[in-house]
Each structure stands twice: as C-alpha cells, then as structure tokens.
C-alpha cells in the first residue's frame, strides 16, 4: 500500500507563510508556539554552554526548605555558583571565576546587563520568574545552562 500525500512535507511547505505567522496547510500553530519561535533568535547564543553540576531543587537533603537556591555550574575553564532568593523580591548573587569582563541576564524576553567586581561577584535584584541564562564574557566567554527563577 502506498501513503497518500494530501499536503506539502519538508522544503515543499510555503516558508513565506511560516515566517509570517500564518498556518501551514491544515496545520496552524498556537499563539504561544509562534511567539516562542520568534523569540528563538535571541535565544541562541554562539557561546559554549556550561552545564549545571548542583541545583539545591534536586538534593533530597533540602527538600522543602527552599526559601533560597543554590546552583553551581562548572567546566575545565568556568565556575559559576550562583544563590537565587525566592520570595517577593527575587534577588540573584552570584560569583563567577576566573571573574569575567562583564556579566549578562539573558531572557527569551529581554538581556539585562549586570555590574561585576574584579572578584567576580555580582548581585541583580527584583527580579521576574522564568526561564534564564547567565552570559559571560572574558578569558571564559560562555553561558550557563537555561534554569527557571
């Protein structure tokens, strides 16, 4: 038995349609699909990511006391620990070594500069739930994996 092709596949689809928001044949994509696939340029970045060795949400020895966050990412050229603060007045602290030249917040939203210390520290306060990243730059240009605050 052979299939049946009733609609367009792979590069047969109308792209121009896509990239206009429009739905693809029978195929039409939720709001919120096409609103993340627009931010997903912003998304992308060209530095390595550093992967998160400890996150206190998964230690089983703090379970239920999570009035703060403790995250800790690491590799053979970066260690970032970071200390997130969750009540009203979500308050990130962090320390990155060795310290790089600048720190960046990175959301699908919006990327927030953030001052650091020739240490390495940096704090960014007041900050909104959701997905984040922390981006680096200097002698270890790299970011850390996407965590929800």
């Known amino acids: 038995m052979t299939a049946q092709r009733d609609r ?3 590069k047969e689809r109308d792209l121009p349609e896509v990239s206009a928001g429009g739905p693809v044949a029978d ?3 939720p709001a919120y699909v096409r609103d993340a696939a627009r ?3 912003s998304i992308a970045l060209p ?3 550093v992967p998160v060795q400890y996150d206190s949400l998964d230690d089983a020895s703090v379970a239920g006391h999570f009035t ?4 800790s990412f690491q590799d053979d050229t970066v260690d970032i620990k ?5 009540d009203d007045k979500r308050r990130l602290m962090g320390r990155i070594l060795p310290p790089p030249q600048s720190v960046e917040l990175r959301s699908p939203a919006d990327a927030v500069p953030v001052d650091v210390t020739d240490s390495g520290d940096f704090v960014a306060e007041g900050l909104i739930g959701g997905p984040v990243t922390i981006v680096v730059s200097g002698p270890a240009e790299c970011h850390t994996e996407w965590v929800v605050m």
């Open 27 to 29: 195929d039409p994509a």
């Open 47 to 49: 530095s390595r990511v």
């Open 39 to 41: 931010s997903a340029p």
């Open 8 to 10: 367009p596949v792979g």
């Open 82 to 86: 970071l200390e997130i603060t969750l």
């Open 68 to 71: 703060t966050r403790l995250l």
